[in-house]
Nanobody, 125 residues
Framework: QVRLVESGGGSVQAGGALSLSCTVV????????LGWFRQTPEKEREAVAF????????WYADSVQGRFLASRDSSGKRADLQMNNLEPEDTGVYYC??????????????????WGQGIQVTVSS
């Protein structure tokens, strides 16, 4: 059952910008988070950002702080990740995640029940 649909991504040179969107098919709980994760062949899936559905708060990994901007619309049915000043190290498959299992950390992949299909982001030097 598809509950999250991603779009965007692509290829860009270092210093460029790309954006990702995540459409939420089923309504989210007010306690939910909308997370963005990145995975490469060399690394496990890691959190790059998340936003809360109910609060105006976003968290960012140190590696993307100041370059990425995570947001969600007021209905909580769409999340966006604006990625600016991209670096080759940002290359990877990006996933959105939602539907928390409980009240654990939104930085942890295990906290989420559903994932988007994944979108490739490639940054060349």
């Amino acid at each position: 059952q598809v509950r999250l649909v991603e779009s965007g991504g692509g290829s860009v040179q270092a210093g460029g910008a790309l954006s990702l969107s995540c459409t939420v098919v089923e309504p989210l709980d007010s306690n939910d988070c909308l997370g963005w994760f990145r995975q490469t062949p060399e690394k496990e899936r890691e959190a790059v950002a998340f936003v809360y559905v109910a609060y105006e708060f976003a968290w960012y990994a140190d590696s993307v702080q100041g370059r990425f901007l995570a947001s969600r619309d007021s209905s909580g049915k769409r999340a966006d990740l604006q990625m600016n000043n991209l670096e080759p190290e940002d290359t990877g498959v990006y996933y959105c995640a939602a539907y928390r299992k409980g009240l654990g950390s939104c930085q942890q992949p295990d906290e989420y029940k559903s994932w988007g299909q994944g979108i490739q982001v490639t940054v060349s030097s």
